[in-house]
Every structure is written in C-alpha cells, then in structure tokens.
C-alpha cells in the first residue's frame, strides 16, 4: 500500500490565482480529512468527509472548497489563494474498521502565497 | 470539544525514560484518548490510545489517571529519533473531529 499520498510537495500562487491539492488514499477508508499547519502551531481541521458524497466542514473552511467523488481521492481547492493561507497542508484518512479511528497522515505540501 | 493542555517543551536525556503529561479535565465519558507524534518535517502519525486502563505498545505506553481528567504517555528508553512534537488528543467514538492542540516539543540530548 502506498498510504496516503499528495501532490504537488511545493507551490507558490500568486494572491487570486486558484489550485487544487491532491490527496489519494489506497486503503479503502471512508473517512478523510484535510488540516493545515501553521508555523509553530497545531493541526487545525479545514474539512472532512465521512464516505464519498459527504462532506462537513472543520475549524477553519473559509476559502476552501471539497468534494468526495470517489473513496479514494479527496481534493482540496483554493477559490482565491491569499497569504493567509500560506502553510502546510496534511491529509489524512481513517476507517472506523481500524482501532478506533487512527488516522494515517500524508507528507503534507507547503504552500506560499505571495 | 473536550480540551487538552500540555506543556510547551520537554528534554530528556537518550536512552532514559520520559514521561510526558496531558490534562484533560472536561473528558467526557465516550472520549477517547490518542497520541501522535510529529518528527520534523513529517506528517503526524499514531502513537497510542486508550480508554481507562493503562496501554502498551511497541511504541509507548499510556497511563490514564482514574479520573481520567489525566494522562502521561512514557517513552521507555528515549532515542534521539524520539524527538519530535507529540500531541495529545480527545476522540469520541461517535464523532469524527479530530483537535489537534499546539503539542508538547521533545527535545533528547545525547
């Protein structure tokens, strides 16, 4: 099994431009989620979604955008980059099969906005 | 949601035992207790968790207060791989959010 998988490692946007980051998992879990991690802080959780179809949102959602098509994959949009939303990116995924919800964390991608 | 409170930073000396310490006061009944531990430039991954009774694993081991308002996860032997930020976290089993807070950073000197 590959895990939890996300592209692109790096980007740089432009403030306005939009982009999606990828996020595929192949352990056939329902739940997925996405958190971004500022300099020096925690994990905040911006969206998550419980089985393809189905997406609620998390701490910090403005200016984001998911969707769950599929089990697997599990992207993440940018409607219009800001600097604010420089950070690192994680997304995670777990199944309720597994003991009690232990999530599985991708590489993460940094982002920068300029 | 339930909080957690952790100190800031900890050190320990390799190959000694650390035992680093987490508050959770308001826990409610159905609230499970997960670590994870973040290595510098890495993603979390899953430490342990635990209800009411203590926990081992090859990784670690957890001890729950019998209030539950506590936990302590131990490191046996710390290495200098050890050191990273850990998190500890609240999780129902009827609920999905997961609230990470700002960790405790482990520093092991050789």
């Known amino acids: 099994n590959a895990g939890v998988t996300q592209t692109p490692k790096f980007q740089v946007l432009k403030t306005g431009q939009s982009m999606t980051l990828q996020c595929a998992q192949d352990?056939?879990?329902?739940?997925m989620s996405w958190y971004r991690q500022d300099p020096g802080m925690g994990l905040r959780l911006i969206h998550y979604?419980?089985?393809?179809?189905?997406?609620d949102q998390g701490e910090v959602p403005n200016g984001y955008n998911v969707s769950r098509s599929t089990t697997e994959d599990f992207p993440l949009r940018l409607l219009s980059a800001a600097p604010s939303q420089t950070s690192v990116y994680f997304c995670a995924s777990s199944s309720d099969r597994d003991t009690l919800y232990e999530q599985y964390f991708g590489p993460g991608t940094r982002l920068t906005v300029t | 949601d339930a909080k957690t409170t952790q100190p800031n930073s900890m050190e320990s000396n390799e190959e000694e035992p650390v035992h680093l310490p987490c508050n959770h006061s308001t826990i409610s009944g159905t609230d499970y207790i997960h670590w994870y531990r973040q290595l510098p430039s890495q993603g979390p991954e899953y430490v342990i968790h635990?209800?009411?009774s203590n926990v081992n694993n090859r990784m670690a081991s957890l001890a729950i207060a019998e209030d539950r308002k506590s936990s302590t996860l131990i490191l046996h032997r710390a290495t200098l791989r050890d050191a990273a930020v850990y998190y500890c976290?609240?999780?129902?089993?009827?609920?999905?959010?997961?609230?990470f807070g700002a960790g405790t950073r482990l520093f092991v000197k050789a």
């Open positions: 352990m056939n879990h329902e739940y």
């Open positions: 976290i609240l999780r129902n089993t009827g609920g999905f959010k997961t609230i």
């Open positions: 979604s419980v089985g393809a179809g189905i997406t």
């Open positions: 635990g209800l009411t």
